[in-house]
């Protein structure tokens, strides 16, 4: 959109520091000190930081490899399922590049896949094969301040996770990811018992969940720290997160967005799709493990378990809530 484009144009970015990590652009492997390439950022579940990116240093300019989409690699925690709607605060230079790329080349349509931390460990770049593909619905300016005080200019901006993608090759890693993609296409759709259980149940939590004041979908930092997960940390501008949807309502906006960019939602996909959308109320592990299924039977197996131990979870914690 022309906002977007007026947004990102008018962002001087701050330098990462000297404690910026590096990571080499090209082979994964170890980067050299010659490497133009700063790891910006990455965040542990006790930081406050909630977005990954590089930068250069310099300023050649940005393109976008053909037939390939922008891509923002993310934690497990943050990544976004298909179903899904959510706010991501970016501040990155890279990451606001991939949201301009997207926006001016791409139809508003970028991808988010999830970083290999192993590897990230050994300073080395992998994402796991299957990701989400996003559209931009609408960004705005804010300022992104971290625990040290350091304030850089950012972009909020609202997407919708429309589908799955398999992640085929990486042409690009500088100075923005790039990734080329091939749709993942559901085999049969899912039977009415499985969506009328999945949906049930994730009612359910989010009921559950209202109860308890807990806005985030997941649960696994709550229980370890006592406090919301780090990824719905706010910044200056954010608003709150919007209340749950049920599942069919999350899927009749997936239909209505791709419809309108001239994209139709098969049958099939769209049964599919329930069990995805439902991923979002599980924790990051179990996400994870049912979003890189290639069989549907078992990704809609380890979503319905996964929402059911979540459940559980919940009652737990509000049968402990009233006994205190």
């Not at 959510?86 to 508003?108: F, K, P, W």
């Not at 090759?169 to 993609?181: D, I, L, W």
Request: glycine residues 6%; hydrophobic residues 35%; contains cysteine.
């Amino acid at each position: 959109t022309p906002f977007v484009r007026q947004s990102i144009s008018r962002f001087q970015l701050g330098s990462s520091g000297s404690s910026g990590r590096r990571i080499c652009s090209a082979t994964g492997h170890r980067a050299s000190p010659s490497s133009s390439l700063h790891f910006l950022r990455a965040s542990a579940a006790d930081d406050d930081e909630v977005s990954i990116g590089w930068n250069r240093n310099n300023d050649d300019g940005a393109r976008l490899p053909s037939r390939a989409f922008p891509c923002i690699p993310t934690w497990p925690a943050r990544v976004v399922v298909p179903g899904q709607r959510r706010q991501l605060h970016l501040y990155d230079m890279s990451n606001l590049e991939v949201i301009r790329q997207a926006c001016t080349t791409r139809g508003g349509y970028f991808v988010h896949v999830v970083q290999d931390q192993e590897a990230m460990e050994r300073r080395q770049f992998k994402l796991f094969d299957i990701g989400t593909e996003l559209k931009v619905l609408s960004s705005k300016p804010s300022t992104h301040k971290n625990k040290h005080g350091e304030e850089s200019n950012s972009l909020i901006v609202d997407v919708i996770g429309v589908r799955r993608v398999l992640v085929k090759s990486v042409p690009q890693r500088e100075p923005f990811v790039a990734v080329e993609t091939e749709a993942i296409s559901a085999t049969s759709p899912i039977s009415d018992f499985q969506k009328e259980l999945i949906c049930d149940t994730f009612k359910a939590c989010s009921e559950l969940r209202s109860q308890l004041e807990i806005k985030d979908q997941t649960l696994s930092e709550v229980k370890e720290t006592g406090r919301l997960p780090f990824t719905q940390l706010l910044g200056p501008g954010e608003s709150s997160p919007q209340s749950d949807d049920d599942l069919e309502s999350m899927v009749a906006k997936v239909k209505f967005v791709l419809e309108r960019d001239g994209k139709e939602l098969e049958k099939k996909d769209e049964s599919l799709l329930i069990a995805l959308a439902a991923l979002q109320g599980v924790d990051p592990d179990t996400k994870m493990k049912a979003l890189t299924q290639i069989e549907d039977e078992d990704l809609v197996r380890i979503a319905s378990e996964g929402l059911e131990d979540t459940r559980k979870s919940l009652l737990a914690m509000k049968s402990l809530k009233f006994m205190m």
